[in-house]
């Protein structure tokens, strides 16, 4: 599985796990929904450890523009909000710094 493929499903777990602790805490769902989200957040968890890199502090980092990107799509997908020139602009910024991080020549200071 591809990097960029690694980090989308990595969101979508986080994302998700996330999501279901939020329902149940402050959309009064059932504790049911508790399960859920640890499987998706061990998901989660499981799928940032299959990147290809040497650090993990890298991994993160690189990771954190897709989720951020991710996140928008939720809010706009599952919460039915779109978001707004602010958070496309933040989300590209973002995104900039995660590629940097990620496809950046190594071996130079």
């Known amino acids: 599985m591809s990097t960029l493929a690694l980090y989308a499903a990595a969101a979508i777990g986080e994302i998700a796990g996330c ?29 940032l450890t299959r990147v290809e890199t040497e650090f993990a502090g890298r991994a993160y980092a690189a990771y954190g523009g897709v989720y951020i990107a991710a996140s928008l799509l939720w809010l706009w997908i599952a919460e039915g909000r779109t978001p707004d020139r602010w958070d496309l602009i933040g989300a590209a910024v973002c995104g900039v710094g995660a590629a940097i991080i990620l496809l950046g020549p190594r071996g130079t200071a």
Do not use: Y
Not at 21 to 36: C, D, N, Q, T, Y
């Open 19 to 47: 999501f279901a602790f939020w329902a149940w805490s402050r959309l009064g769902k059932s504790p049911l929904w508790i399960p859920l989200g640890l499987l998706c957040l061990a998901a989660f968890a499981w799928l």
